[in-house]
């Protein structure tokens, strides 16, 4: 909501800036969105009468006046040639400031002297024009400031209006809001005219669809003079209220919608064939609105028609066929209240929002319609110099009644945390238009019909908290009578993503949903969940894995410069669960309602989101320094990590159709899968704009990493252990991971430790063998001799020999 | 020349030879030359039992005295190269220091989840439990149950990307307050953090952001509550000197509703240039309110017996601030030239 300042000291009185009345607004009211500036901010625009008027002797587009600005004649470069000897001018005195910051002053122009500068609308803040100087008529004296006929400046405040406040949608309801701030009265104009003109019952009224349309009133003014122009001080308003001014009759409408927030429409009355007839629509009714859009109606939009034909999309546009013009001397006058909900649909269906719609959809007071009425008569009384007919036509088969509602002091002070006098709220409550009464320890208050919003004591306690001021309530911290903490598995997710980043990876968070090639490029088969209104293609279906996100990022860190790098994201993956047809009706109810009935809701919801942990090493993660070789990904690097996130894993070779088929594995957790971890396929990697690098991954669900297991001592002794290497011959085929597994699990105390130090295939190693080595140490509880650690390495190689075949390597 | 003679000889020979020795090496040389198997002090020693009893008493007293004091010349002397030895080696292996170390990988946390894991924490201190909940909500718990049914002018706000019949995915964390309060009873005192979704891209909108709720409900609380535990917050995550002050809000499920406000970090109101705040002296941070009683209501709580507050931050536009980052849109793009960052 645009609030021009000069407006509304119409009815209330202030001495605050633009500054302080912003802070005032936002701590008491709602917020501010901007502060804009018209016109002239600073020095004087004084009333000149043109004396000489002509072409600029040294330029083509220039003209020069002499202009009189009242005993005192100056000279006066032009840009338009519209003045004329005898035209009164707004000039500018020298000195002054204009709205955008710039300082007007004297200068030479072509070689010729300029005193000031003959004004426009544009310039003055009336309107956007700048097609010419603008022309005053000859009630302004020459040699008087502008200013004692309209303001030339204009500071104007965009109020955010909250939803559930639409009594400040009018200038009215901004004043009296502000009266209740600044405890002070505020005074509305007392609509005033004489009647007399044609009746309005020449016309019908017929309101079929009452369910949608409260309060339809109508009224008729006629004998009004065609073609006018609306008085400059209401353009002005207009344009500073955010609007364009259009004709009288439109603009007079426009007015008192922005005075009252109540939109209005008018008519042309020998347009208006029959009557007036709201409706619904009918299938496919067509109507051409004035923005020369085609609609096509449904039985859902509210219209007003004649006997003959739809005239107005109700509350959100009207057609070209009835609407006043340059011709109209007869206009019926609709001011009405429709359903809010109705409006807000309608409007979103059509794609239409305006000025209008967006009054009505957040449902408006239909005791606003007599007023809005009378003042929009009364001021079409003036301008276009019509006349009001003696009678209204009016449906209103309910009127809405004030309401009462109990507000208790001891519930005021509860929720607000400070002291709240009962004379303080009372007399709070009667500045925003309550009738307050005290019985039985309550305030009773009778609600004004404009304050919707004010239905239950909470409501009122929020008045009353924001005009005491919300900076008077305290800061104090409420006894907590439970111990805080992480569960489990939020603390295994911190630890998850600490330990990453402390192995060197950064953290990345992307967007879970991704274009439908996401499943293509990776091959997967499932379907990912698509969004019915997604941002773009691109956005379109949401993750069934954490991967490709991260391969986008490598690829953009790639195009970017970067040589590789390791990202990880926690994060959950999204999965179908579509509840089988019986259940179907129940999900739908369980979603909408919230109602389980006899199922469990984890059925009903549809979707099964799986928290996982993923992990992108891309490139040259590292790039070798003096004196360490760099850090590439390959599968190893990627495995290392699983040992770390999930120590107790195995690992069994896998075929997936984005993994590298040889170097992938997935992670198992005793008998449950836990996640994979490999390279990816070549072909993929060059899908996604990796082609070339190395690339490898790992997914695990966080729910079975154990980043840190719980420490159990295990008792040792003080005596020297002992190494040992031992070298074998096995096939090529057989799998290191077993025989290591292997001489874990042989029984007996002594072993403490094993490592595998060397694999190696090629000669000397007969073809088709491999040879590993592998490093123990021995430790007992006293100090071990050779034939005891001999002994102990002879069942690790007759273990080695009766499983894997092996034999040592000589 | 008698033998005592000779052994005195030598000794002198062998003294003046230590002297003189300029590396362990040598000294090992004269040691082996003067004391060694077959040196002549040797020699002379194995041939004592040839010798006549006064003879043999006087060179053995002789000879003895004189190897001790050899070996001691010796060992003082060694000990002196071997020290001066070792000063050389360790000279000779001397680095440039100023050449880089081994590296260790530095890694880096996601500044939202800094954030996030900041307030968090500040919270579990206090007392509050973490509630989480599913990132694909209902159309009940997303909206009608706080208060926004079908068709309230309030969803159109929302900007939602809808799913399948029913479902969405959710625009805000406070379903997560719905079914922290329906699975239990008050006392409730929790955090909700976790990601968002609304249908919206430009610098300081992004269809996926964070958001931390907290919820409050006991008996007794009030505002002042809600002011002192967001200002004990703000003074966390900022720094002792924060302000917070209350505004006026609007939320379909808090009433009263208020915008909590803080004083700017960075000039504390002082500088009307600042980047940060545009001169106003204050952050937007968070919207709050005590808890709406037709939503105590709508989960079974008694809103006469209970009261409670509840609030929403956004921790990526936290993390905005904190940090200086003027695009939203970089917190989730993960470019290392960004992340590498925090």
Known sequence: ?810 | MTVSERIEQLKTEALSAVATGVSTADLEDIRVRFLGRSAELTEIKKSIGTLSPEERKEVGRSSNLASREIEAALGARTEEVAAREQEERLRAEAVDVTLPGVPSQRGHLHPSQIVIDDVVDFFVGLGYRVAEGPEVETDYYNFTALNIPEHHPARGEHDTFFLDEGLVLRTHTSPVQIRTMLSQEPPVFVVCPGRTYRNDNDPTHTPMFHQIEGLAVDRGLTLAHLKGTLAAMARHVFGEDAEVRLRPGYFQFTEPSVELDISCFVCGGTDPNCKVCKGAGWLEMLGAGMVDPSVLEEVGYDPEEYTGFAFGMGPDRMAMVKYGVPDLRLFFEGDLRFLRQF
């Open chain 1, 1 to 810: 909501m645009r609030v021009p300042l000069s407006w509304l000291h119409d009815y209330l009185d202030f001495d605050l800036s633009a500054d302080e009345l912003v802070n005032l607004f936002s701590l008491r009211s709602q917020e501010i969105d901007g502060v804009y500036r018209f016109g002239v901010t600073e020095g004087d625009v004084v009333v000149g009468e043109v004396v000489e008027f002509g072409p600029h002797p040294n330029a083509d587009r220039l003209f020069v006046a002499k202009v009189d600005l009242g005993g005192r004649e100056v000279q006066i470069v032009a840009g338009a040639p519209n003045p004329y000897p005898g035209a009164r001018v707004a000039v500018v005195v020298p000195g002054s400031v204009m709205s955008d910051g710039t300082t007007l002053r004297e200068a030479r122009l072509r070689g010729l002297q300029s005193y000031g500068m003959m004004m426009s609308e544009r310039e003055l803040g009336i309107s956007a024009d700048h097609g010419g100087i603008l022309l005053l008529d000859d009630c302004y004296e020459v040699g008087r400031p502008v200013a004692e006929y309209f303001p030339v400046g204009e500071t104007v405040l965009d109020i955010d209006v909250t939803p559930n406040r639409p009594d400040l949608w009018g200038m009215i309801g901004v004043a009296r809001e502000l009266a209740a701030i600044l405890g002070t009265d505020y005074r509305i104009p007392e609509p005033s005219f004489e009647a007399g003109g044609k009746p309005t019952h020449d016309f019908g009224l017929r309101v079929e669809a009452g369910d949608l349309c409260p309060r339809y009133d109508l009224r008729r003014v006629s004998d009004l003079e065609p073609g006018q122009e609306a008085p400059l001080w209401m353009r002005r308003r207009i344009y500073a209220g955010g609007m364009r001014p259009i004709n009288a009759i439109v603009d007079a409408t426009n007015y008192v919608m922005l005075e009252t927030g109540q939109p209005i429409h008018a008519f042309d009355a020998a347009m208006v064939r029959g009557g007036i007839v709201v409706r619904r629509g009918r299938a496919q009714e067509k109507i051409t609105l004035l923005d020369g859009s085609t609609r096509v109606l449904d039985e859902e939009t509210l219209v007003i028609a004649d006997e003959e034909r739809g005239l107005v999309i109700a509350g959100v546009m009207g057609a070209e066929d009835a609407e006043v013009g340059e011709e109209t001397t007869d206009a019926v006058i609709e001011v009405a209240n429709f359903d809010g909900r109705n409006i807000l649909q309608t409007s979103q269906k059509l794609g239409l929002r305006t000025d209008a719609s967006g009054r009505f959809e957040r449902g408006l007071d239909p005791n606003m319609v007599s007023y809005a009425m009378d003042r929009v008569s009364a001021l079409l009384t003036r301008a276009p110099g019509g006349r009001v007919a003696d009678d209204t036509l009016s449906h209103y088969p309910e009127p809405v009644q004030p309401w009462r509602v109990p507000m208790r002091l001891g519930r005021a002070e509860l929720l607000l945390g400070m002291p709240v006098q009962v004379d303080e709220a009372s007399g709070l409550l009667e500045s925003l238009g309550c009738e307050v009464e005290r019985t039985d320890g309550r305030l009773w208050a009778t609600m004004p019909t404009f304050r919707r919003d004010l239905r239950r004591e909470a409501d009122l306690v929020e008045e009353v908290g924001r005009l005491i001021g919300l900076d008077s309530v305290p800061e104090m911290l409420p006894a907590v009578p439970q111990p805080g903490a992480l569960t489990e598995a939020q603390q295994k997710t911190r630890s998850l993503r600490r330990l990453l980043a402390d192995l060197g990876l950064s953290e990345a968070i992307t967007y879970p949903f991704g274009p439908e090639r996401w499943t293509e490029d990776l091959g997967l088969e499932d379907g990912p969940i698509g969004i019915e209104n997604p941002l773009s293609a691109e956005g379109g279906y949401l993750r069934t894995s954490i991967l490709p996100g991260l391969l986008d990022a490598a690829a953009r860190n790639r195009a970017f410069g970067a040589r590789g790098g390791a990202l990880f994201e926690h994060g959950n993956v999204f999965f179908s669960d579509v509840p089988q047809d019986d259940l179907r009706e129940a999900a739908l109810r369980f979603r909408m309602t919230g109602e389980v009935g006899a199922q469990l809701a984890e059925g009903l919801m549809g979707v099964r989101e799986v928290s996982r942990i993923g992990v992108v090493l891309a490139g040259t993660v590292r790039p070798a320094g003096w004196n360490v070789p760099e850090f590439r990904a390959g599968f190893f690097e990627a495995k290392g990590l699983v040992e770390r996130l999930v120590p107790d894993a195995r690992f069994v070779p896998t075929e997936r159709t984005y993994l590298h088929p040889g170097r992938s594995a997935v992670v198992m957790v005793g008998d449950t899968e836990a996640g994979w971890v490999g390279e990816l396929h070549p072909e993929v990697a060059g899908r996604f704009g990796l082609d070339g690098w190395p690339v490898a991954a790992l997914e695990l669900d966080t729910a079975l990493c154990q980043p840190g297991p719980e420490p159990r001592f295990e008792p040792f002794f003080n005596v020297p252990a002992v190494a040992r290497d031992l070298a074998v011959l096995v096939e090529e085929r057989i799998p290191v991971g077993d025989m290591l597994c292997s001489v874990r699990d042989l029984p007996g105390p002594l072993l403490t430790e094993v490592r595998i130090f060397d694999v190696y295939a090629g000669s000397p190693v007969p073809q088709g063998q491999k040879s590993v080595a592998f490093g123990f140490t021995f430790q007992g509880e006293k100090t071990l001799t050779d034939e005891e650690v001999d002994a102990e390495v002879g069942l690790v190689l007759s273990r080695l020999e009766d499983e894997f075949g092996a034999r040592v390597r000589s």
